[in-house]
């Protein structure tokens, strides 16, 4: 399937190719470009357990392209029959990660069109693939439309520092906190990125490094510690992350180490952008029910999930996420515009406007 | 060598043994338990240089042992060719490491030994000898004074947090941080420690881990990210880490991300105190001619100096220490007492009193 946007497309994150679900094997970056494909939504659900498919666009959209495909392959099933198929898909994929909210969202939406009356498989199965295309293509319109907003935010000079990957690698193409990098450098900005190496599973170091190579825009790579000194000796004149939920509150759910960025910069008075699409933001969820997942306990222990760096019996902690409060929200970039706060109102206001 | 102290020494970091200095190469652990024995200076030098002996008061006593060997390996040249001996190895052991204060503070007290009048190179030699062993010792009681003062701010049921490794594998025995920590546990205190990986050399995971191990203390690791994660959640009670260098004016400079710990401890209101000997106190020298060393890019890029994490020809950064400023330093322990603020008198106070 071959689509056309405003930007070409450079990053083949994930893609819908004859009734499959092909995506980059993130996991294995930068060392090997490997592309899998498969209809099994079970092989899915687990490159997503696997963070071979991560970062929460991207999450979502793999999502409900693998419920498009089991559709297309048991779509000779009786209709009876093949609803239950997608039911328990639905079901599968709700269980792979617990945190970031657009898997919800893609999966509710593609509930909602199983649930409608229909007269035969084919006409479900045609109806499930055209939703899922659906949110793959707004994925990748929402990447630009935040890429375009945020754009505005950044000058000629600006050194941005960005954590974890929220890049095409994150998404369905373009990214969120890159897409606005992306933008801006297309726009002839002559800026520069500092990106956290983010452990413990690195996706500054394997995945953005590599993303931002491959787009020849300067990248320097620190690890997560050193944002601290890059601070106070002025190296950073922004900073702009992903997110992997927005409560109605303005409390963003990101990558573990967002919040003590986001409460350094605030003391250096660097302005702390949050860049998401509107199927991050949670209206519902209070605070004290979000799930923050916990991880195999030896991606701490280990690196690139091989080399051991401690004592292979030690205690660990592994939380993926970390809650950054909103007075440390300079504002939030999403697709239908730059939300300041107060985020109580403001959020609402553009969500459900 | 067998000296007696009051508590038992456990871990021999450093030794003088029959005219050579012995050490555990910290860059081998935990893997491997290697110690190393020389009398050659620019050896000893490497060393320093290449961390196999790091932490700032292990540097300094581990200098002026290396200027004990030099006079003794050359205690049968005249007086005056082991001079210039002994001067040319306290100029190559002050270019080794540029930012702990210790370093200095020792080569120099082996400088003013030297500086005396002698009637033949034995003498001399003898006299460097023992200077070289008062600050080994010295520094063995200072940390049990640091330790004991250091544990009446500790409480039952205290969990502490602390950063890279201010243990007996940063100094000549028990440590600074951990000798706060080793006290109170030998005092019957039930505490936990949650340790910092601290990338990039890993002395948390590698050294922190594998010596709390070894006396039984409990303890957690966790990536340098995940600090704010684990004060959100009212884990932490209490912050101790070591310093490098301390300024008249409070501000300490130790090892990489100490500042955005005690940025976050403020945040949270936990008490983050530093351990170190008042050898690391400089008077002297303003914030703006501090020198915070840069060192070797591939520290970064790789994990143990072999494993390559991020693409090998990206840029990096890779600063050892930061500053944090002292309105986040709730107190300073020394082998003299606990120094509170305000320390641009109270310092001063201590250091000359």
Not at 84 to 108: D, G, V
Not at 131 to 143: F, Q
Not at 184 to 200: D, F, H, L, M, N
Request: aromatic letters at 8%; charged letters at 25%; glycine letters at 6%.
């Amino acid at each position: 399937m071959e689509l056309k946007f405003k930007y070409p497309i450079k990053i083949k994150t994930l893609e819908w190719i004859d009734g499959k679900v092909r995506w980059i094997d993130t996991s294995k970056l930068p060392f090997e470009e490997i592309y899998i494909e498969s209809d099994d939504y079970e092989r899915i659900a687990k490159a997503i357990e696997d963070m071979e498919i991560r970062g929460a666009p991207a999450i979502g959209v793999a999502a409900a392209l693998a419920i498009a495909a089991t559709a297309y392959k048991y779509r000779s099933l009786p209709l009876n029959e093949l609803k239950i198929k997608l039911i328990k898909a639905i079901e599968r994929l709700r269980q792979t990660r617990p945190t970031a909210y657009n898997l919800f969202w893609a999966l509710e939406r593609m509930a909602k069109v199983l649930e409608k009356e229909y007269n035969d498989s084919d006409t479900l199965c045609r109806a499930i693939i055209e939703e899922a295309l659906k949110i793959y293509v707004e994925d990748i319109n929402t990447n630009i439309a935040i890429g375009e907003y945020g754009a505005k935010l950044i000058e000629d000079g600006d050194t941005v520092l960005t954590h974890c990957n929220a890049g095409a690698l994150a998404t369905s193409a373009f990214g969120t906190a890159l897409a606005i990098i992306r933008v801006a450098w297309y726009q002839g900005k002559k800026i520069k990125v500092i990106a956290t190496e983010t452990r413990p599973v690195l996706q500054g170091a394997r995945l953005t490094v590599w993303e931002l190579k491959k787009e020849g825009i300067p990248v320097i790579l620190i690890t997560d510690n050193m944002v601290g000194y890059v601070m106070s000796k002025g190296l950073v004149t922004k900073v702009i992350v992903g997110a992997d939920r927005i409560l109605s509150t303005g409390h963003v759910i990101n990558k573990i180490g967002t919040y003590m960025i986001a409460l350094t910069a605030k003391r250096h008075n660097i302005p702390f952008y949050v860049a998401a699409p509107t199927s991050t933001i949670d209206l519902r969820t209070p605070i004290a029910q979000v799930i923050i997942e916990e991880r195999d306990p030896d991606e701490v222990r280990k690196v690139l999930g091989r080399v051991l760096i401690t004592l292979e019996d030690v205690e660990v902690l592994n939380p993926a996420f970390d809650i950054t409060p909103p007075d440390l929200v300079t504002a939030i970039v999403t697709e239908k515009g730059i939300i300041y706060p107060p985020y109580e109102t403001n959020l609402k206001r553009v969500v459900e406007g």
